[in-house]
């Protein structure tokens, strides 16, 4: 049990130090990433990393894309990165399992399990996002294109969905900040419907830190920002990966 439990501390620790995104030279940022991709599923043994670009995503989710993962970290021939404020997160489709430690934590919840925003397999169909965290103004950005599985009112996204992401987006932010967390309150104003197929942003900013206690607050904006689709303020406690094997 110990055992265990030192690895499942080991995953989370693995998890806050996510690694830079690489950009090769000659190709832009998206044909990279598409590049990137190809390779990885045809000669690398390394998970699907599904914030990375594929054929679903539309114009604006691309030119997005390029415009955040263009300030990320870059790592330079010589293997030196290049000091940038920006990280782009990889998101996988198990929430530890490619982490020490979530092998063990897959084995005790269910072999089975995936993580809820990343269980369709069909591209575009829903929930379509990369993140991007801002280490040093302690924020986070999401760019989030909505599948048509995600149909609440007639044409748009349902609220659920929103609230979905919202989660997933303070609630990485915060695993970045403070470690293993989980949402303790999640307080969410929705001010104007998200068509359905558009891409929208979610800005994840901290308030403050005290003690277990992270506050976070998050915005739903329309890529060019005139228009604020929903509004939120979290707050994360954080917990003792000992709480998760022992069920709460
Ligand atoms: C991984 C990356 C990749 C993965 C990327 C995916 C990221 C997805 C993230 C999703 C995260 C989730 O959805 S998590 C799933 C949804 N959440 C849950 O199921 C949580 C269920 N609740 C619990 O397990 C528990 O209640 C906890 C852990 C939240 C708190 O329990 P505890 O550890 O015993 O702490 P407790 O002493 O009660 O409280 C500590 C302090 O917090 C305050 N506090 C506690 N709850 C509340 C509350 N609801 N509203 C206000 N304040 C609260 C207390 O007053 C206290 O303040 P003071 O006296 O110290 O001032």
Known sequence: MARMLRRLRKGFQSLTSFSAATIQPNLSASESSRSEVAL???????????????????????????????????????????????QRLPSYNRSLKYAPGGVYLSKIVQSKARLFTRNIREPGAAFEYALFVNKGEKKCVCIFQAGWLLEGPPGHVHGGAIATMIDTVTGTHATFLSGPIMTANLNIAYRSPIP??????????????????????????????SKLHTE?????VSINVSHLVRGG
Not at 52 to 81: F, K, V
Not at 205 to 225: A, N, P, Y
Not at 232 to 236: G, P, S, W
């Open 40 to 86: 990885l599923s045809f000669f690398s043994p390394k998970p699907r990393d599904f914030s990375l670009p594929n054929s679903s995503w539309g114009s604006e989710m691309m030119r997005l894309y390029d415009h955040y993962n263009s300030q990320c970290e870059a790592e330079t021939e010589g293997g030196q990165t290049q000091g940038s404020p920006w």
């Open 196 to 225: 359905l197929g558009s891409t929208v942003l979610i800005e994840s900013s901290l308030d403050t830190q005290e003690g277990r206690k992270t506050f976070i607050s998050c915005k739903v904006m329309s890529t060019d920002g």
């Open 232 to 236: 939120a303020t979290v707050l994360f």
